[in-house]
């Protein structure tokens, strides 16, 4: 059981060129800034990454994709990111575009065991072409298969020395399910605590998903849109 | 006519006591400054929230805490989070009692395209088709027409699909519709909007039956 | 937003004869007590009950197959119960048994509003018998449908006003997936408390899954199996 | 030949640092008090355990924390406790290390029969189809006979399956087999008992190589 490691770089170790990456994150919220940070260094290429987003120009993935680290996004939305966009347009990045729900359940499903599951997202519209559909109950579904990767990258709040891990707020979204779904799972947390410090009622994600842990460091939890209301309000 | 607020406001009135509601981007997000008082409704946030409450702050804002749109919002008492799996079961599973989106297009039999325009950078179908293809109540609250003066509600849609048949109601700047069997129903005019303005503009399958009522805000 | 209820009885109010119920806990562990003991009282009959286990002579289901309020049972062991065992082998009583993980999955499917699952668990068996098989990377599964039931019953350690749930230790087991798969879910918890109470990070299950809510009492909470060491060990 | 608490002893050999465990009733759970000093190893309660400790201290029993045979247990330093969808997803996905279950028979060719005799009263399966179907390495321990003395290795499953070419070892009270494509392969006897005496009470097909070891414990 060595599962804690010192920092980004060695927890990124043995990442190939090539490799399928997931990364948890909503936006710019709850995303694996030291690993991503980790991979711009070194340098890691041609990589195909899965992603709800694809960052902002200075940020998240972006980063990435500003070195041309990225030869496929798969993702739900890729919006606020200009040099995505030229990459896509000249042809050097692919694109995959997945409904947020099928997404996030195809991860799930993988950390689940099970091989594909039904989504009615996406009949009738161009999601669903050539894809299988079956009726259950009078109602349309897509047969989608799960989805593996060879590397998940998530980010935590907390976690402990057997790869427990506990998330914050909505910065939980992507990352349990993404967890469930690496055949490596790297995760990266604010605070790494001795085991047992942990509550079990409240561990999101149970350390058997998890394959390496460090605590990183400098953490910017950049926001991407600032909306205040006055005192007045 | 109504503004975006004005809109936001009528929509409101589509609120029961109880419901949990997902807002999409734009005019919907500001339903929330509608809900009326005394009404205990629970908003959810895709990304994996239950119980939104308002924009925090300023210097409040915690980059942990967002909603679907990235905004930094804060969280009312009795709120739950949980992970976007969860997120999207409990919209499949139709637990949202209701859904208001934007569109581009609405179409006469319910369909919606909301997501791309060819020829157009493509950004993603979000949550979008997730949320059309499950919801059991959809209320689109869009302008009855594009930039161009063309109508959005068609007889079919002329843009890629979101969904499809899905639509229960549209409101707009000028009218609230039904989606029936027939095509859009008209049940209520903006105030100072005429029922031949809201004929001129609707190019799908309109149906006026009996005297329709200016609504009240 | 009215989900709190006084007791059992005005919460189980409406469960006709012949519904269709689930019933979290495994063993005797995390079972709805007080709903069990309110439809004792009120004699509902034909119910068909889906709980991973069927209770003691004396406690838990064993109380309602005692008045022979089951028509029939689903569940994936029934052992320790001497009354169920008469009553089936006497053809009072039906009986379905489902692998422990796919009981567990189906529900959660109908939770998350997939219309089927694919498990390996009963291929090759006589569980598989008459049910599709797959084959997904040279894996095969069965197709198994998602289990929904008219009223969930559930047992929680905390909740609120709002119906958001939190259990405790290995008393969670069945109830979180039975709790979404209710088209109506009723939770008995130990501890009812003011919306706010609960850190919503530690909620299990969010109180959109729950309809009706009440504080339980007399909590007997018995143990099926009392093993201990010895302090000399 | 050795006694139950030996076999579990043997079966503790093939814990390793590190692995995640599910341990059955009966001989199984007998191995958790054998883990060799040092090793790192996690034992999974598939009621929604991971980190499962000894028995608790006579008047610390707590009812809400039992493992699934039932019995009354207690928790180790990094425990996480989870639902039965999430437990037997983790038993699916593979991520449990090893699955040492009890068995009726067993074949030369890994099928595993555990849950059912006909004309007997059937308790149900439990969990064991589930962790039989899914557990990448699972090691039966039984008796090498049944009570009337017959084989429990056999050529073929006279019982109703739990599970299909799922075993991959055996470790009964005379020997140690693993299941291969020839059939049951003999790595080891136990101490005392001889290679002829195996053959005599192994039905299915039973592969000898060489010189077979007397196990260490």
Redesign the interface.
Known sequence: MKKVFNNADEAIAGIPDGAVLMLGGFGLCGIPENCIKALVKKGTGQLTCISNNAGVDDFGIGLMLRQKQVKKMIASYVGENAEFERQLLSGELEVELIPQGTLATRCMAAGYGMPAIFTPAGVGTEVGIGKEIRVFNNTAYLLELAFEADFALVKAWKGDEYGNLVYRETARNFNPVMAMAGKITIAEVEELLPSGSLDPDHIHTPGIYVHRIFQGTHYEKRIEQRTVRKLAD | MLNKNQIAQRLAKELK??Y?VNLGIGIPTLVANYIPAGL?V?L????????MG????????????????????T?V????????????????????DLTILGAMEVSEKG?IANWKIPGK??????????LV??AKNIIVAMMHTNPKGESKLLPACML?????ACVKKVVTELAVLDITAGGFKLLERAPGVTVEEIMAKTAGKLIIEGEIPEMIL
Do not use: W
């Open positions: 006591d109880g949990y205990n629970v959810q946030s895709e990304n994996g929230l239950l119980g308002p924009f925090p702050f300023d210097g409040e804002e915690d980059p942990d805490l967002i909603n679907a749109g990235k905004q930094t919002i969280t008492p009795g709120s739950a989070f949980f992970d976007s799996a969860m997120s999207f079961g409990m919209i499949r599973a139709g637990k949202v369909d950078m493509v950004k993603g179908m979000g949550g979008a088709m997730d293809a499950s890629p699909l979101t969904g499809v």
